[in-house]
C-alpha cells in the first residue's frame, strides 16, 4: 500500500481505553489548603475540579468518529505529493454534511470539542519536492462567542491576510482564500463552539446561511451550541 503521511499521521483508536488515555485529564491533588484563607483555598480547589475532562461513553464515540472521519478526509484527499502539487491552488475535496452536537448548558460540550486536538497529531511540517517546507497541521477551531459575522469567523482562518484590509473581499472569495489554506496546510477538521452566541445578533436563517457557507470550505465540521 502506498503511503499517504497526512492519513498516516492518525493513531487508530481501536478501543476506548486508548482514547481515555489519550484526553483524560486527572489534575494532581490541592494540597495545604489549610495555608491560606477560605476563599482562596475555595477558588484553587474549584480552579483544580474545573480542569478534570473523564470523557463517557458519548463523548468516547463522537471523539472515534471525529478521528476517523478526519483520517478519511485525509486519505480522499491526499493520495501523494504530485497531486498535492497538482491541486495546490485549486483544491479537489468532498462536501460534508456540518455535525450538530447540542444540549443543556453545562453538560459537557465545549469540553468534548477541547479534547480534539488531544487525540490528533501535533503541528509540524511536511517537506515537499520542489515547494520545500510547508505546513502539516490538523484542526480548524472558533469561538463564536466574540463573533459577530462570518467574515470574522473566516478571518481566523486567513493567517495569510494579516496585516491586510479585507473590508472589500467579499464572502465567496475568503471562502475560497479558506479553502486553498486548508488544502496547503493539510487541515483535516474543523469544530465551531458557542454558536448560541451567535444567534443574539442575527437572525436563524442567517445563521444556517453562515453554516451552509462555511461547509463549503468542504472539511469535517462539527459544532456546538445550546
Same mark, same amino acid.
Request: charged fraction near 25%; aromatic fraction near 8%; glycine fraction near 4%.
Given at each position: 500500500?502506498?503511503?499517504?503521511?497526512?492519513?498516516?499521521?492518525?493513531?487508530?483508536?481501536?478501543? $476506548?481505553?486508548?482514547?481515555?488515555?489519550?484526553?483524560?485529564?486527572?489534575?494532581?491533588?490541592?494540597?495545604?489548603?489549610?495555608?491560606?484563607?477560605?476563599?482562596?483555598?475555595?477558588?484553587?480547589?474549584?480552579?483544580?475540579?474545573?480542569?478534570?475532562?473523564?470523557?463517557?461513553?458519548?463523548?468516547?464515540?463522537?471523539?472515534?468518529?471525529?478521528?476517523?472521519?478526519?483520517?478519511?478526509?485525509?486519505?480522499?484527499?491526499?493520495?501523494?505529493?504530485?497531486?498535492?502539487?497538482?491541486?495546490?491552488?485549486?483544491?479537489?475535496?468532498?462536501?460534508?454534511?456540518?455535525?450538530?452536537?447540542?444540549?443543556?448548558?453545562?453538560?459537557?460540550?465545549?469540553?468534548?470539542?477541547?479534547?480534539?486536538?488531544?487525540?490528533?497529531?501535533?503541528?509540524?511540517?511536511?517537506?515537499?519536492?520542489?515547494?520545500?517546507?510547508?505546513?502539516?497541521?490538523?484542526?480548524?477551531?472558533?469561538?463564536?462567542?466574540?463573533?459577530?459575522?462570518?467574515?470574522?469567523?473566516?478571518? $481566523?482562518?486567513?493567517? $495569510?491576510?494579516?496585516?491586510?484590509?479585507?473590508?472589500?473581499?467579499?464572502?465567496?472569495?475568503?471562502?475560497?482564500?479558506?479553502?486553498?489554506?486548508?488544502?496547503?496546510?493539510?487541515?483535516?477538521?474543523?469544530?465551531? $463552539?458557542?454558536?448560541?452566541?451567535?444567534?443574539?445578533?442575527?437572525?436563524?436563517?442567517?445563521?444556517?446561511?453562515?453554516?451552509?457557507?462555511?461547509?463549503?470550505?468542504?472539511?469535517?465540521?462539527?459544532?456546538?451550541?445550546?
Amino acid at each position: 500500500m502506498t503511503s499517504n503521511i497526512w492519513a498516516d499521521r492518525f493513531i487508530p483508536l481501536h478501543s $476506548d481505553e486508548e482514547i481515555k488515555h489519550l484526553v483524560s485529564i486527572r489534575p494532581p491533588e490541592v494540597v495545604d489548603l489549610d495555608k491560606f484563607s477560605m476563599d482562596v483555598s475555595a477558588s484553587m480547589l474549584g480552579t483544580r475540579l474545573h480542569s478534570i475532562y473523564l470523557p463517557n461513553s458519548f463523548a468516547l464515540r463522537l471523539l472515534r468518529e471525529i478521528n476517523e472521519l478526519a483520517y478519511s478526509h485525509c486519505s480522499i484527499s491526499y493520495e501523494n505529493q504530485q497531486l498535492y502539487k497538482k491541486h495546490l491552488y485549486s483544491p479537489a475535496t468532498r462536501e460534508y454534511f456540518p455535525i450538530c452536537l447540542t444540549g443543556y448548558a453545562g453538560i459537557g460540550k465545549s469540553e468534548l470539542l477541547n479534547a480534539i486536538p488531544r487525540i490528533f497529531p501535533q503541528d509540524t511540517d511536511l517537506l515537499i519536492e520542489g515547494l520545500g517546507k510547508v505546513p502539516l497541521k490538523t484542526l480548524w477551531h472558533v469561538n463564536m462567542k466574540d463573533k459577530k459575522g462570518i467574515k470574522q469567523v473566516l478571518q $481566523d482562518f486567513t493567517p $495569510d491576510l494579516i496585516g491586510k484590509s479585507i473590508t472589500r473581499i467579499g464572502v465567496d472569495e475568503l471562502l475560497r482564500i479558506c479553502r486553498k489554506i486548508a488544502f496547503r496546510d493539510g487541515i483535516s477538521f474543523m469544530s465551531i $463552539d458557542e454558536l448560541q452566541f451567535y444567534r443574539q445578533s442575527i437572525t436563524t436563517t442567517k445563521i444556517c446561511k453562515s453554516l451552509l457557507e462555511t461547509a463549503t470550505i468542504r472539511l469535517p465540521l462539527i459544532y456546538a451550541a445550546n
